[in-house]
Every structure is written in C-alpha cells, then in structure tokens.
C-alpha cells in the first residue's frame, strides 16, 4: 500500500524559506502515469494546488505562487521536495504531498499525506 | 471558476443528500470529488464525474458533464459527517470551497 509521508519544520519565521519533503514508500516514485504535488489548506483560503512534479522532472507550478516555489524529485530515494521563498503569515496552513492519477479523460489527486502544519511566524 | 453549493447543510442518518458543483466554462468530465473528516487529509470518492473510487461505500454517487456536476449520498450514515469537496483538473487543478454535512 503506497504511503506518502511529509516532514519538515513546523514553524517558519516571516521572510525564510520553508523546505518540505514527501517520502514514498510502498511503490515507485518513477512510475509513468503518476505526477506527485504539492497541495495546501488554510482556513482562509481553502485547499490550493501549488506546483506538480513528473519523475522526468517536468514541472508545472501555481501562476500565484510560481515566482516563490521550487519543486524537486530525488528518484533515488523516492522523494520530492518543496521548497518556497519569502514566508509570510498567509502561507500559514497544512501542507500535504499528494499523488496525481493522469489517464485518458483522468487527472485525479488520489492518494495524500496526512499533511504537516507549518506556522510562520516570529 | 468553481462554486459548490450548498456550503453547509443539516441532515439525519437515512436521508439522501445531493451536493452541487458548478464551473464557469466546461471541464468535460475532470471533475472529482473529495471527502476530509476534521484532522485529515482528503479522501477521493468520485472521479471523473462518475466514476467510484476502489472501496468506497455504494451509497455514494456522481453524476453531470461540462458545468453542472452533482454528487448524492443515497442514505447518509454516521460515519459521512464530514466536508465534502469537488475538484476540477481541465484548467490547472482547483477545488471547490467545500461543502459541510452536520447532524441534524
């Protein structure tokens, strides 16, 4: 059973860049009709996309958040990271890594972290 | 641009609730739907309009096309309380803001 699992700091001070990483386990982050994605929630805001990777490191990003966000993948260690720039409160939410299901007619995030909360603040 | 209605609703056990999802252009069939409990992650129920993901409980249907979708709990159980969310995948991936099943 594949399981996604993020990790990284819980608390941001304004300004920093916040770095998570996603570890998969129980399947391969190189399999062909899988991207993996970055997703997160804020009370205010609700869940956003915020960028997609595929294991041939094609990438594609949140037109709002682009200029700040870097997403990578380590398919050596069956990973993928994100990185974003310049944090402010607004970017206080749960941030899950998520698998994107993409077939004929099919483009599904079906599989999720259980999410890290990240708090910026001083 | 999504908007789901309603955004919350009150409901008993046994009865069967209907949850819209409209878009502003057509998405074909990208659209998916979401159930997160408080605490959670979201858990995929529907895909592509209509179609049920693997173990998830019969009850629990989708149905539209272009910009009207729907998504119906035939006999709502304890266990459905919870925020229910649509997603569309044709214009970048954007979701719904969510739609709150609370206990009568």
């Known amino acids: 059973q594949l399981q996604l699992q993020e990790s990284g700091p819980g608390l941001v001070k304004p300004s920093e860049t916040l770095s998570l990483t996603c570890s998969v386990s129980?399947?391969?982050?190189?399999?062909?009709?899988?991207?993996w994605a970055w997703i997160r929630q804020s009370p205010g805001t609700g869940l956003d996309w915020i960028a997609s990777?595929?294991?041939?490191?094609?990438?594609y990003y949140s037109p709002s958040l682009k200029s700040r966000v870097t997403i990578s993948i380590d398919t050596a260690r069956n990973q993928f990271s994100l990185k974003m720039k310049s944090m402010t409160a607004a970017d206080t939410a749960v941030y899950f890594c998520?698998?994107?299901?993409?077939?004929?007619?099919?483009?599904?995030?079906?599989?999720w972290g259980q999410g890290t909360k990240v708090t910026v603040s001083s | 641009q999504m908007t789901q209605s309603p955004s919350s609703l009150s409901a008993s056990v046994g009865d069967r609730v209907t949850i819209t999802c409209r878009t502003s252009?057509?998405?074909?069939?990208?659209l998916n739907w979401y159930q997160q409990k408080p605490g959670e992650a979201p858990k995929l129920l529907i895909y592509?309009?209509?179609t049920q993901q693997s173990g998830v409980p019969s009850r629990f249907s989708g149905s539209g096309s272009g910009t009207r979708f729907t998504l119906t709990i035939s006999s709502l159980q304890p266990e459905d309380f919870a925020t229910y969310y649509c997603?569309?995948?044709?214009?970048?991936?954007?979701f719904g803001q969510g739609t709150k099943v609370e206990i009568k």
């Open positions: 997603q569309q995948s044709y214009n970048s991936w954007t």
């Open positions: 998520v698998r994107r299901l993409v077939r004929t007619e099919i483009d599904v995030f079906d599989m």
């Open positions: 252009q057509t998405i074909f069939n990208y």
């Open positions: 129980g399947g391969s982050i190189s399999t062909d009709i899988y991207y």
């Open positions: 592509a309009a209509s």
């Open positions: 990777i595929y294991y041939s490191g094609y990438t």
